[in-house]
């Protein structure tokens, strides 16, 4: 196992927007987090990559809740969010987006977002049918699709916008629960080139606004983005470093980059 120095001590000494520390996630005899630790500071883009079932996604299911570990600890901007519910660690500031989208597809692109922004002022996701006619809630989700974009497709069913278009529908949704910390499961799964560019300078535009943590196998965009990068294999993390670092590192460079394209 390598151990890649961390640098910008300065940077290290501030709070964590994310800190995990000995995370571990069992499914029978499968060791799908291994004592995971894992920092992402204020305003940067922490990239987490890896081979096919190395446990990326179980990691994000971990932080949002959505799965239980079995030992270790979860902090965001200092506080432990162990107990809380998927609901409330989206109170707490975490958004996360995901490999496969998750829209209201027979809804408008401008709906979807004000439900987000809904949610986000404390209602209920039942609730969300008189969105459509609250123009404070509607003139809020203009903002989120200007920043992502869409302001031209507001008026369009979900159903009809590309793949490309959904995923920055996604990214509105996220970014309108006003998070601190973005959970972004392989935002370029499906694009195409002109869309990934298109993607990267979304999300680059964003950097230092929210901290992020980037799951991707597409490494021209880990590389265009990433702050910082830590590379998840069988569970465990191998080495985390700058982009350089993780290039040169010969454990990374066996285990993950000489293999050629990797999956989720």
Same mark, same amino acid.
């Given at each position: 196992?390598?151990?890649?120095?961390?640098?910008?001590?300065?940077?290290?000494?501030?709070?964590? =927007?994310?800190?995990?520390?000995?995370?571990?996630?069992?499914?029978?005899?499968?060791?799908?987090?291994?004592?995971?630790?894992?920092?992402?500071?204020?305003?940067?883009?922490?990239?987490?990559?890896?081979?096919?079932?190395?446990?990326?996604?179980?990691?994000?299911?971990?932080?949002?809740?959505?799965?239980?570990?079995?030992?270790?600890?979860?902090?965001?901007?200092?506080?432990?969010?162990?107990?809380?519910?998927?609901? =409330?660690?989206?109170?707490?500031?975490?958004?996360?987006?995901?490999?496969?989208?998750?829209?209201?597809?027979?809804?408008?692109?401008?709906?979807?977002?004000?439900?987000?922004?809904?949610?986000?002022?404390?209602?209920?996701?039942?609730?969300?049918?008189?969105?459509?006619?609250?123009?404070?809630?509607?003139?809020?989700?203009?903002?989120?699709?200007? %920043?992502?974009?869409?302001?031209?497709?507001?008026?369009?069913?979900?159903?009809?916008?590309?793949?490309?278009?959904?995923?920055?529908?996604?990214?509105?949704?996220?970014?309108?629960?006003?998070?601190?910390?973005?959970?972004?499961?392989?935002?370029?799964?499906?694009?195409?080139?002109?869309?990934?560019?298109?993607?990267?300078?979304?999300?680059?535009?964003?950097?230092?606004?929210?901290?992020?943590?980037?799951?991707?196998?597409?490494?021209?965009?880990?590389?265009?983005? %990433?702050?910082?990068?830590?590379?998840?294999?069988?569970?465990?993390?191998?080495?985390?470093?700058?982009?350089?670092?993780?290039?040169?590192?010969?454990?990374?460079?066996?285990?993950?980059?000489?293999?050629?394209?990797?999956?989720?």
């Amino acid at each position: 196992m390598s151990a890649v120095a961390e640098k910008a001590p300065e940077q290290a000494a501030a709070t964590p =927007s994310l800190a995990v520390r000995g995370l571990v996630k069992s499914f029978g005899g499968l060791i799908a987090s291994d004592h995971i630790d894992l920092t992402v500071r204020p305003g940067e883009i922490h990239a987490l990559i890896g081979p096919n079932g190395a446990g990326k996604t179980t990691l994000i299911s971990q932080l949002m809740g959505e799965l239980t570990p079995d030992a270790g600890t979860i902090e965001v901007e200092g506080q432990s969010i162990d107990a809380l519910s998927t609901a =409330s660690r989206v109170e707490r500031g975490l958004a996360r987006t995901f490999q496969i989208t998750c829209l209201l597809p027979d809804y408008t692109v401008r709906d979807n977002v004000a439900v987000a922004v809904q949610v986000r002022q404390g209602h209920s996701f039942r609730f969300w049918k008189p969105v459509a006619k609250d123009e404070a809630l509607r003139r809020q989700a203009e903002t989120y699709l200007a %920043a992502t974009g869409l302001a031209e497709r507001a008026d369009e069913l979900v159903a009809n916008l590309s793949h490309g278009e959904q995923k920055q529908l996604e990214l509105a949704v996220a970014l309108a629960t006003e998070p601190r910390l973005l959970l972004l499961d392989e935002p370029m799964a499906g694009l195409g080139h002109a869309e990934s560019l298109q993607m990267i300078e979304m999300l680059r535009g964003l950097k230092n606004q929210v901290s992020m943590l980037l799951v991707e196998h597409d490494m021209d965009a880990v590389f265009a983005l %990433a702050d910082r990068i830590s590379v998840l294999v069988y569970g465990r993390i191998i080495a985390s470093g700058t982009v350089d670092e993780i290039r040169d590192d010969p454990d990374v460079r066996t285990a993950y980059l000489g293999e050629g394209d990797a999956g989720c």
